[in-house]
């Protein structure tokens, strides 16, 4: 998606050689316009998929999420971060590994949202090793549910949670994908070796 | 805000007198359609007033507050809970009470996206007894920035936030005014009283 790159190389601070920060427009700011595109881009690119239910992570997740829900014309899902809320007992829960932070959260969805026959999409902004969206598979999957597929508005390629889950048969668009980011500089993986 | 209401008669769970329950479509479970209506309904209702931002609060905020950054034209912030994330030192902070879980905990922002000249538009989806309105607010008075108004999707009028907020010479929409949640029943504030 170019505007998005643009976006990127014009705001994204690179920190090391692998975090990225987007937060003038993705994640602490958010742009309201990029969001309606990014959800216009994802109805796009899962045009003729069956998709009844969108879910994402909270919190950085719902932005983009929710313009997707929009344009697909379903409801939007956040699962939650256990601890900080009361959504009572009757949860599927996951537990989600976090590399930035090293330790383990639970995340979790009621039960009431999730049938058997949802067919549901997962959105988030960054894909990297791919913790948070196993953990939201694993919801889906207690749910009876099935994963129509996985979009992200960031994939880090230079991680291979992306790999990892196309090896095992997921659908995974990826509206920028980053090959590098060595020495501050963001390459991007041109879009038709995407794998998309 | 008449199809507000109705889906908080349809759908809202009463817990005890005071809790009430709205995740089938506003903070679990999001009707991204309901969202835009809201998110129009409060441009329409702070129309005339200069606003250069939106600023909500991690995480159920988030939806309704995208919506009407979007409608408004301008960029959304929201302001993170510290512990959870790490958006760098230089943040302007404050500490606000919950009542729900007894506790204290701190909610920032990046200095970098607030700024002096900005008229600031509060949204969340939620008042009750107004801790997190002013937290924000103190977000926005550190930053040397004025608040524009605050719009919230459900107020529960029995509880004194609004009231506080309204007499220190705050502007405060909310799309829908709960009078009182008795015996599980819902009563609300009969539009012309809410004082908006």
Do not use: W
């Not at 997921?170 to 998309?196: C, H, W, Y």
């Amino acid at each position: 998606m170019k505007g998005l790159e643009d976006r990127i190389r014009k705001e994204g601070r690179v920190i090391g050689d692998s975090i990225l920060k987007v937060d003038s427009f993705l994640n602490h700011q958010v742009d309201p316009v990029l969001m309606d595109h990014i959800g216009a881009e994802f109805a796009d690119l899962f045009h003729g998929v069956t998709i009844t239910k969108v879910l994402t992570l909270e919190a950085s997740g719902i932005a983009p999420a929710l313009a997707a829900a929009y344009h697909l014309g379903v409801p939007l899902i956040f699962a939650k971060k256990s601890g900080s809320h009361n959504i009572g007992s009757d949860v599927y829960t996951s537990v989600v590994h976090s590399f930035t932070y090293n330790r383990d959260y639970t995340v979790q969805v009621s039960r009431a949202y999730l049938a058997s026959d949802d067919r549901v999409l997962i959105v988030d902004d960054f894909l990297a090793n791919g913790a948070a969206i196993r953990g939201m598979m694993e919801l889906i999957a207690k749910a009876g549910a099935s994963c129509a597929g996985v979009g992200v508005v960031v994939e880090k390629a230079f991680q291979d949670g992306g790999q990892q889950l196309r090896s095992s048969g997921v659908r995974v668009e990826s509206l920028a994908s980053i090959a590098s980011m060595k020495d501050g500089e963001i390459q991007f993986v041109p879009e038709e070796n995407t794998g998309n």
